[in-house]
């Protein structure tokens, strides 16, 4: 059973920067490529971010030149910092793989203030 964990969120305001990290135990996050996605009140779940398993990067536009994703598969975790926030950036932020998706995990609300 996979397990995943995210943390690091919080509130924050506007311009302001956080990073947040996934920690996956019962499978390797190496050889996948992982996402990040995010939901906000009343929208679908969107993938804002994914990193290939050869470190290869892309963004959703609405995130492009604020937020880096990365991945330490020593430690098995996933990364993504975020700055240059924005309120519409709030919502709850998961991550995954892009297929074949495990069990979601709780997810780290991440609230921007204008």
């Known amino acids: 059973q996979v397990r995943l964990v995210e943390s690091g969120g919080g509130l924050v305001q506007a311009g302001g920067s956080l990073r947040l990290s996934c920690a996956a135990s019962?499978?390797?996050?190496?050889?996948?490529?992982m996402g990040w996605y995010r939901q906000a009140p009343g929208k679908q779940r969107e993938l804002v971010a994914l990193?290939?398993?050869?470190?290869?990067?892309n963004y959703a536009d609405s995130v492009k030149g604020r937020f880096t994703i990365s991945r330490d598969n020593a430690r098995n975790t996933v990364y993504l910092q975020m700055s240059s926030l924005k309120p519409e950036d709030t919502a709850v932020y998961y991550c995954?793989?892009?297929?074949?998706?495990?069990?979601w995990g709780q997810g780290t609300q991440v609230t921007v203030s204008s």
């Open positions: 995954n793989k892009i297929t074949f998706t495990w069990n």
């Open positions: 990193i290939a398993s050869g470190g290869i990067a």
């Open positions: 019962g499978s390797s996050v190496s050889g996948n490529t």
